[in-house]
């Protein structure tokens, strides 16, 4: 799966802003999806994840409640939805396909195919 993100940007903190992660590969549909981020001089953390179908979706506490991951196979794209942005926030922001098919892994390593990454600033 080869992906790519799209919408990041600089947002003043409380705004919205949403991420799009477009796919291209025939396993999409099938494939579950996560975002991570990653700040300057610290490792990526997870963000959120969602299974292949979108009935189910992880979130990490930083986020939860602001953040939202969705998903729409037929165009072969997620989302996340980012409400009520923080400086803390501030990242580059990927896109990346799981390993597994019904896991909704936290970990870098469960996750195979990465996009190039979208940049957030959130301004104070």
């Known amino acids: 799966v080869q992906l790519e993100e799209y919408g990041g940007g600089l947002v003043q903190a409380g705004g919205s802003l949403r991420l799009s992660c477009a796919a291209s590969?025939?396993?999409?549909?099938?494939?579950?999806m996560g975002w991570f981020r990653q700040a300057p001089g610290k490792e990526r953390e997870f963000t959120a994840a969602?299974?292949?179908?979108?009935?189910?979706?992880r979130y990490a506490d930083s986020v939860k409640g602001r953040f939202t991951i969705s998903r729409d196979n037929a165009k072969k794209t997620v989302y996340l939805q980012m409400n009520s942005l923080k400086p803390e926030d501030t990242a580059v922001y990927y896109c990346?396909?799981?390993?597994?098919?019904?896991?909704?892994?936290?970990?870098?390593?469960?996750?195979?195919?990465w996009g190039q990454g979208t940049q957030v600033t959130v301004s104070s």
């Open positions: 969602i299974t292949w179908s979108g009935g189910t979706t």
């Open positions: 590969g025939r396993l999409f549909s099938s494939t579950p």
């Open positions: 990346a396909a799981g390993k597994n098919l019904y896991g909704l892994g936290s970990r870098p390593s469960e996750y195979g195919d």
